[in-house]
């Protein structure tokens, strides 16, 4: 190889051999130049990446070393109305897509006439809450409808005006549903008016507490009903929601942002720390302003796949939860109604809701919360076997059309039941189906929307390790390893591994794709109790 040089270096310069000598000598030199800046800078490398851990700071996802990953060097650039913004990116997480995804106009004609307060929506209080009606009895929007026997000062209210109809038990003769006949004219319960500016947090806490809007804020570690004794160390609202078929909380917003502005204020002065709003950083398209222009909060765009507009995951990339912290969570249209509640003396539990999937028209209605299932769907259905669920299709609740939407749920899925055998589907997996397996060429047509059912397509197996949750789950936490902590009921490592911050939604993905077909979220409903009572 070197006389190979010398000849080659020889023709070039033409200078002979003392000239080639001198060559080879400024090669040699500069080679070892060369090595030593590249040892220095693989050193210097070295000593961030270990400051980095030590600080902790590596747990936020971004890119301490000098020289940039290949996913780095090709990943997409941000859009540029993110620049000069506080912006987390996401490199973990999937997006479904799925045929059906309502269109963003609200059908006059979808109305519902019933509607339910579920004390099973709210987790952490009694089974058997005391009621305050009886059926047969009237009731104003805002009127109380049962308290916790644990918490008499926590109120449930009606969100609608009209006869009480029917008071619905389960097992254990738990209450299961509060049943109301709305009046074709809705009245609404006048409420005290409170000066926002003057008013103490005690103040605001207790009106609160009376008027029922705890009833829609929930508590973080255990995503339970709030304990109003403990000052949460921040208050965090995703406006943005990245499930399938989600609905568009831009558009759900449009005509409540005064409220919505008024909700944002009330909440500042409940917290010792920061509200926190999460705003979409993926979309072509900026925020609605009610958003974007929000003042007193803490904005963070999130920029990623599904489940980057979990509030769980924000809160794990913003101010994570510590082991003695409390947070409070609550969605966009929660915010609107507080917000009335001081700025209208009123009690607007209105809500927009999205209805899509396997449906006829995919489309968005006016209605309130709790309202009846069956008669928001009516004449929209015509597929033979339709299974209806309460929110989204990854940690929504399965429902009959005689029962109704969950108190924190703003949409309908419908999906095909998938109660068929696929002939040797684990070898010939013909069908097209959402899926996050290169088995199936879905990598290639990243637009493509599917036509979905609850086919599992498998079984139970045995709970191995893949590493799959950790390929679209973005925190800084091991799932599996989480999970069967949980089964063997071991206490500290639950609580060690991340117990406290994540909640079903947040591993809801993890259970598409799980392999062995583990009811994850069940599992950690499970955990999440346990470690409570204890």
């Not at 045929?99 to 952490?124: I, R, W």
């Not at 409540?256 to 008024?262: C, D, L, R, T, V």
């Not at 993926?282 to 003042?295: I, L, W």
């Not at 979905?452 to 973005?474: C, I, M, S, W």
């Amino acid at each position: 190889m070197i006389s190979g040089l010398m000849i080659f270096s020889s023709v070039v310069y033409g200078q002979g051999a003392e000239n080639a000598s001198s060559f080879y000598t400024n090669l040699l030199i500069g080679t070892l130049g060369f090595v030593v800046i590249a040892v220095l800078l693989q050193l210097t490398d070295n000593l961030l990446l270990i400051e980095a851990k030590k600080t902790g700071a590596d747990k936020t996802g971004r890119n301490f070393s000098i020289f940039p990953t290949i996913g780095e060097i090709f990943k997409k650039r941000l859009p540029a109305r993110l620049d000069g913004e506080q912006v987390v990116r996401l490199d973990k997480g999937h997006d479904i897509l799925v045929e059906g995804e309502s269109l963003e106009t609200v059908d006059s004609k979808v109305k519902a006439n019933t509607f339910a307060l579920q004390p099973p929506n709210y987790n952490g209080i009694k089974p058997i809450p005391k009621l305050v009606v009886q059926v047969g009895d009237s009731v104003k929007a805002g009127d109380e409808l049962f308290y916790d026997k644990q918490n008499p000062d926590l109120k449930f209210v009606a969100p609608v005006s009209g006869e009480v109809i029917a008071l619905n038990r389960k097992e254990k003769r738990a209450i299961k549903e509060v049943v109301i006949l709305a009046d074709k004219k809705q009245e609404f319960r006048t409420l005290p008016s409170i000066d926002l500016e003057e008013s103490s947090r005690e103040d605001l806490i207790a009106f609160m507490m009376e008027y029922g809007a705890f009833g829609m804020i929930r508590q973080r570690p255990y995503n339970v009903v709030v304990d109003h004794t403990v000052i949460p160390s921040n208050i965090f609202i995703s406006t943005f929601d990245s499930a399938p078929l989600a609905p568009n909380l831009n558009f759900v917003i449009k005509g409540k942002e005064a409220a919505f502005a008024q909700g944002l204020k009330v909440l500042s002065k409940l917290t010792s720390g920061q509200v926190h709003l999460g705003l979409d950083g993926k979309s072509e398209n900026s925020p609605s302003p009610a958003f974007v222009e929000a003042e007193g909060v803490e904005k963070t765009y999130f920029y990623g796949a599904h489940p980057a507009g979990n509030v769980g995951i924000q809160i794990h990339h913003t101010a994570p939860i510590n082991a003695n912290d409390t947070v409070w969570t609550l969605d966009v249209q929660a915010v609107a109604t507080i917000g009335s509640m001081v700025a209208d003396s009123k009690f607007d539990a209105s809500r927009v809701v999205a209805i899509g999937g396997a449906v006829d028209n995919p489309t968005y209605a006016n209605t309130y919360i709790g309202a009846n299932i069956g008669e928001l769907l009516k004449d929209n259905v015509s597929i033979e076997k339709p299974r209806y669920i309460s929110g989204d299709i990854l940690s929504g609740e399965q429902k009959q059309t005689e029962e109704f939407l969950n108190i924190f749920d703003d949409q309908i899925s419908v999906v095909k039941e998938g109660d068929y055998y696929e002939m040797f589907g684990w070898l010939l997996p013909l069908s097209p189906r959402p899926s996050v397996s290169n088995t199936f060429p879905n990598f290639l047509f990243r637009d493509h929307k599917f036509e979905v059912d609850t086919n599992t397509h498998g079984e139970y197996r045995a709970f191995v390790v893949t590493g799959q949750y950790e390929k679209v789950l973005p925190m800084d936490i091991y799932p599996q390893h989480l999970l069967k902590s949980i089964l063997v009921n071991d206490y500290e490592r639950m609580e060690g591994l991340g117990l406290l911050e994540v909640v079903e939604e947040d591993l809801a993905l993890c259970e598409f794709v799980c392999t062995s077909k583990q009811p994850i979220q069940k599992i950690l409903r499970e955990g999440l109790n346990t470690l409570r009572e204890q």
